[in-house]
Antibody
């Protein structure tokens, strides 16, 4: 069974750093892109970026380029999303999702349960 | 890149049909047969209902169907059921980026 299991909820202060994780099981992580999706309170889904764990090829949405870092450790089937200096506006639910399909038709077929990040002084 | 345009809300009574539109541009929705639709119940992970414009993943009822004309894609839900009440998001791929729609809240009256 394919599963993406994300790390638990985080409460941080502005300026702190954070790295959240997404561990895949039931399939070969290196064979699929993993995307990160943000949902701010009361708002819709936003694609942040995606990574191909096989070679760590990474693509970012222009809205998130330079604001976050996406990485992966294929040896432990885990993708990461990290911030070096959190802002209150980073408060949101973050989902990882596996991208399936083939060019040019892709979709997210499996999703993690979400990680709630709260940034507050 | 701007989010794809969806109506903020739609509603229907049990048994009726509703259609949710998703408008993009020729650089995304209109340029590729790569529109997917996600159902999102609060507190749960999103679930793919349609991919490749018209394809249903295993286990998704055939009450859910997708279509596209030009730069606008549509999700139609027929035979509405109470459990269909959720937020629905369209999504389109374009080279090197992925766009979601703003989301549509479906209310089953």
């Amino acid at each position: 069974e394919v599963q993406l299991v994300q790390s638990g909820a985080e409460v941080k202060k502005p300026g702190e750093s954070l790295k959240i994780s997404c561990k895949g099981s039931g399939y070969r992580l290196t064979s699929y892109w993993i995307g990160w999706v943000r949902q701010m309170p009361g708002q819709g889904l936003e694609w942040m970026g995606s990574i191909y764990p096989y070679d760590s090829d990474t693509r970012y949405s222009p809205s998130f380029q330079g604001q976050v870092t996406i990485s992966a450790d294929k040896s432990i089937s885990t993708a990461y999303l990290q911030w070096s200096s959190l802002k209150a506006s980073d408060t949101a639910m973050y989902y990882c999702a596996r991208r399936s399909g083939s060019y040019p038709a892709y979709y997210f077929d499996y999703w993690g349960q979400g990680t709630l990040v709260t940034v507050s002084s | 890149q701007s989010a794809l345009t969806q109506p903020r809300s739609v509603s229907g009574s049990p048994g009726q049909s509703v259609t949710i539109s998703c408008t993009g541009t020729s650089r995304d929705v209109g340029g590729y047969n790569d529109v997917s639709w996600y159902q999102h119940h609060p507190g749960k992970a999103p679930k793919v209902m349609i991919h490749d414009v018209t394809e249903r993943p295993p286990g998704v009822p055939d009450r859910f169907s997708g279509s596209k004309s030009g730069n606008t894609a549509s999700l139609t839900i027929s035979g509405l059921q109470a459990d269909d009440e959720a937020d629905y998001y369209c999504c389109s791929y374009a080279p090197n980026y992925t766009l979601f729609g703003g989301g549509t809240k479906l209310t089953v009256l």
